[in-house]
């Protein structure tokens, strides 16, 4: 099955306590993203990937770091989380972003960051 | 860089009421647009999607949303709505023209269908 996993799906954590939350497709998909979601807010940009090796910020990329070592997977660090980065997070991918645009999300991470 | 705005925050509507929401975005080149929907507690899912030709395009569930470019618009429509459309719904942008590989997403609008 087509599908984005990620874990974990929930996770309550302290301020400065590193954490990753993985991403992985199986659908061999070039484009990767992380958004998060906050109410009033909608989604927004964390970081993206147009393929192995090659990352950009989006519009929120503060506090985050991502790597992209294999196509697959985009895995997302938090290194000092802070309260202000509770969310959901999502990871979405895309065969190839410009040319079909559609994304497939995965289901979500909730965080809480005290 | 690209925009979208969002007019609604939140939609209230009875059943087999018909729907408008709207989207404007903001960039003056070539763009992709798209509209996502949400269902409680779950993912975003592609409701439509407009690249080029006809501007009236058609998704799925009897969802529909034409591109006006001269208003900078795309608004999604539907005639009838049912309890089972209750969702959180995106606009999105993507500007292809300026390279970019963002998809940029309004803050949503909630539908809550009354029975």
């Known amino acids: 099955e087509a599908q984005v996993t990620q874990n974990p799906r929930y996770l309550i954590t302290v301020t400065g306590k590193k954490l990753t939350v993985t991403c992985s497709q199986n659908m061999n998909h070039e484009y990767m993203s992380w958004y998060r979601q906050d109410p009033g807010l909608g989604l927004r940009q964390i970081y993206y990937s147009m393929n192995v090796e090659v990352t950009d910020k989006g519009d929120v990329p503060e506090g985050y770091k991502v790597s992209r070592k294999e196509k697959r997977n985009f895995p997302l660090i938090l290194e000092s989380p802070s309260p202000n980065q509770t969310s959901l997070y999502f990871c979405?991918?895309?065969?190839?972003?410009?040319?079909?645009?559609?994304?497939?999300f995965g289901e979500g991470s909730r965080l809480t960051v005290l | 860089a690209q925009s979208v705005s969002q007019h609604n925050h939140h939609v209230i509507l009875s059943e087999a009421a018909s729907l408008e929401l709207g989207c404007n975005y903001s960039?003056?080149?070539?763009?992709?647009l798209f509209w996502y929907v949400q269902y409680p507690g779950q993912h975003l899912q592609l409701l439509l999607k407009?690249?080029?030709?006809?501007?009236l395009v058609k998704g799925i569930k009897g969802f529909e949303a034409e591109f006006i470019k001269s208003k900078f618009s795309f608004n999604l429509r539907k005639p009838s709505v049912q309890w089972s459309d209750t969702a959180e719904y995106f606009c999105a942008v993507n500007a292809p023209g300026a390279g970019s590989y963002q998809l940029t997403f309004g803050k949503g609008t909630k539908l809550s269908v009354i029975p």
């Open positions: 960039y003056g080149g070539t763009v992709n």
């Open positions: 407009y690249f080029s030709g006809d501007p």
């Open positions: 979405a991918s895309s065969l190839k972003l410009v040319s079909t645009g559609e994304l497939f």
